[in-house]
């Protein structure tokens, strides 16, 4: 099982920078992979970010160039630059043992964090 943590959001103005935390603990295998998602009441979660096994990151296109996500032993990080209100959603950070299947699905996903939620006005 594994146990995921997020912290760091809060409220920013427009064209700010926030980074969220994501401390993983538990009994996890190397070739985890994770990602980061967030949601907005009435919508469906959305992927944001990830890790592969091999170290590779992929990115939402609304976040690409402003958001860097990395990994620091049993910390995920997301770095969010430049946020604007269309930012403002719950945080979620992600994990799941198998690395296969699509990585924006939340299905593809074991486990998740409570949240921390980013508003951008």
């Known amino acids: 099982h594994v146990q995921l943590v997020e912290s760091g959001g809060g409220s920013v103005q427009a064209g700010g920078s926030l980074n969220l935390s994501c401390t993983i603990s538990?009994?996890?295998?190397?070739?985890?992979?994770f990602g980061w998602f967030r949601q907005v009441p009435g919508k469906e979660r959305e992927g944001v970010a990830t890790?592969?096994?091999?170290?590779s990151k992929r990115y939402s296109d609304s976040v690409k160039g402003r958001f860097t996500i990395s990994q620091a032993q049993d910390t995920l990080y997301l770095e969010m630059n430049n946020l604007n209100p269309d930012d403002t959603a719950m945080y979620y950070c992600?994990?799941?043992?198998?690395?296969?299947?699509?990585?924006?699905?939340?299905?593809?996903?074991?486990?998740w964090g409570q949240g921390t939620q980013v508003t951008v006005s």
């Open positions: 992600a994990a799941r043992s198998s690395c296969v299947g699509p990585w924006r699905s939340p299905d593809s996903y074991e486990y």
């Open positions: 538990g009994n996890m295998r190397s070739r985890h992979c």
């Open positions: 890790v592969e096994s091999d170290g």
